[in-house]
């Protein structure tokens, strides 16, 4: 049985291939942004946030976790990265994208956050004291 394809002849896995290697260089890509003095406010606040969870050696949701342990790498992360690119000025996207490209060609691998790690573990920390109170109100 021959692969899926579409008009220009590359195969479904292929383009899924492309778009999970992009949706890994603009996490890193909005990782130099946040260094860069020309990137405005809100495009760096949202940035920090994405970042920190994108480059998070910990997954909010675990990926054991039937089904949603892959929805947020899935769906949540790639629309939280599209949308932090969306908002970064031309000119920082252009060069913070060079430059991400030039880090994963060179390293292999993308950089790890470690406050990412702590932002994961302090929200399941509220989420447990929340749970806990819930159930001890009972």
């Excluded at 603009?26 to 946040?34: I, Q």
């Excluded at 809100?42 to 920090?48: F, Q, S, T, Y």
């Excluded at 629309?79 to 060179?106: F, Y």
Aim: aromatic share 8%; charged share 20%.
């Amino acid at each position: 049985m021959r692969p899926m394809a579409n008009d220009a002849g590359v195969s479904w896995g292929a383009r899924v291939r492309g778009w999970a290697r992009r949706v890994k260089r603009d996490g890193v890509t909005l990782w130099f942004a946040l260094k860069d003095a020309r990137t405005p406010w809100l495009p760096k606040a949202l940035a920090a946030l994405v970042v920190a969870y994108a480059l998070s050696p910990i997954d909010l949701v675990p990926d054991f976790i039937p089904v949603l342990g892959y929805v947020d790498d899935v769906l949540l992360l790639p629309a939280l990265i599209w949308l932090a690119v969306r908002l970064l000025p031309r000119e920082v996207l252009e060069d913070c994208r060079v430059r991400a490209d030039e880090w994963l060609l060179a390293r292999g691998r993308k950089p790890t956050s470690r406050a990412g790690a702590v932002l994961v573990v302090l929200v399941w920390l509220v989420l447990a004291g929340w749970a806990g109170h819930a159930l001890l109100a009972r």
